[in-house]
């Protein structure tokens, strides 16, 4: 099972659910927290509407740059294993 941080932001009740039902764990976080739940949780992936670039350079600087950083219209592909 994938464990996807959400940055709960835009029309996230329909991606968390799309996520779920394609059997992902997903943990729901204000924008300002997707980098620290993501070590926290060891996460697989952050979905993310913008500041993607951002959020893989702060990963990265915290030795976790293998969690994927991905927008919430990418993420449900990824889950699905359309999007490498």
């Known amino acids: 099972m994938k ?7 835009g029309d996230i009740p ?6 779920r039902d394609a059997g992902a764990e997903v943990i729901y976080v204000a924008p300002d927290q997707v980098v620290s ?3 926290q949780e ?5 979905a993310v509407d913008r500041d993607t670039q951002e959020i893989a350079a702060k990963l990265a600087e915290l030795d976790a740059a293998d969690v994927r950083v991905l927008t919430h219209a990418e993420v ?3 889950v699905a294993g359309r999007y490498q």
């Open 42 to 46: 060891d996460a697989d992936a952050v």
């Open 76 to 78: 449900l592909e990824w």
């Open 14 to 19: 329909a991606v968390a659910r799309a996520l």
């Open 3 to 9: 464990r996807i941080v959400l940055a709960h932001d």
């Open 37 to 39: 739940t993501a070590i």
